[in-house]
């Protein structure tokens, strides 16, 4: 897992990258099987005083696996967060 803060180029934005990796498990039809993901995540929270809690999340999902259908995701959020 990796991280950025750009708070000193842009405040309020952030990114992450992830690697997952597993092998020598057994699928269902009982060969050995693997498997990875990666994925890279991006943040971004409104600075401006009447956006208060409003962001941004953009999520990017690549999984393969050697027994399977491997597959890509592409996610997006608007998140809200109100305190009371």
């Known amino acids: ?5 750009f708070k000193d180029y842009v405040p309020g934005l952030n990114a992450m990258v992830k690697y997952v990796y597993g092998n020598h498990f057994k699928a269902a039809n009982g060969s050995k099987n693997m498997e990875s993901e990666s994925d890279v995540i991006v943040n971004y929270a409104f600075q401006q005083p009447y956006l208060k809690g409003l962001s941004l999340q953009y999520i990017r999902i690549d999984y393969g696996i050697k027994t399977g ?14 305190k009371f």
């Not at 897992?1 to 803060?5: K, M, N």
């Open 69 to 82: 259908n491997d597959f890509g995701e592409d996610r997006f959020f608007i998140n809200y967060c109100k």
């Open 1 to 5: 897992i990796y991280g950025y803060d």
